[in-house]
């Protein structure tokens, strides 16, 4: 093979290698900073308003994982089995698209995620537990446990 020859690259490959790699290049190790590209090709951008909006987004998506993730049990019935099937196909939809935004190893949206999660489970949390308060307490104020 002669200095010049390519071997079996098409022409098309050889004439665009660099820009290629350029954009196939992906960030393997944490790093701070506005300039991340998250799920879609281009965003947030470069605008520091549109990474804002992107890490609310991660945010919500994980508390929405968390939410989803303790809805209360249904009725038992074909319905109601297809109902589950639904959440949990779509709970398991936004974990995806949760863990795809942190493989861009962008610390805020990391810290967003973990945070999202921790906020979804605390929400989720609290509520059973006031509901659980509820149904344990007695009637009357004066009844002595």
Same mark, same amino acid.
């Given at each position: 093979? @002669? ?8 022409? @098309? ?6 820009? #290629? %790699?350029? /954009?196939?290049? /992906? ?8 300039? *991340?590209? $998250? ?14 909006? *992107? $890490? ?7 508390? @929405? ?29 936004? *974990? ?22 921790? %906020? ?9 537990? *006031?509901? +659980? +308060?509820?149904?344990?307490?007695? @009637?009357?104020? #004066?009844?002595?446990?």
């Amino acid at each position: 093979m @002669s200095h010049g020859d390519h071997g079996s690259k098409p022409r @098309s490959m050889m004439d665009n290698s660099n820009n #290629n %790699m350029e /954009m196939m290049m /992906m960030q393997m190790n944490f790093y701070w900073g506005k300039d *991340a590209v $998250l799920l879609f090709s281009g965003w947030p951008g470069h605008s520091l308003g549109m990474y804002i909006l *992107a $890490l609310l987004v991660v945010f919500i998506l994980a508390a @929405s994982v968390e939410v989803l993730s303790a809805l209360p049990p249904l009725k038992h019935g074909m319905t109601s089995g297809k109902m589950h099937a639904v959440v949990y196909s779509l709970r398991m939809g936004l *974990a995806y698209l949760v863990m795809l935004s942190v493989m861009s190893f962008n610390l805020g949206v990391f810290i967003m995620a973990v945070v999202g999660h921790g %906020m979804g489970f605390f929400v989720v949390k609290t509520r059973f537990i *006031a509901a +659980d +308060d509820l149904t344990a307490s007695p @009637s009357s104020p #004066n009844t002595k446990v």
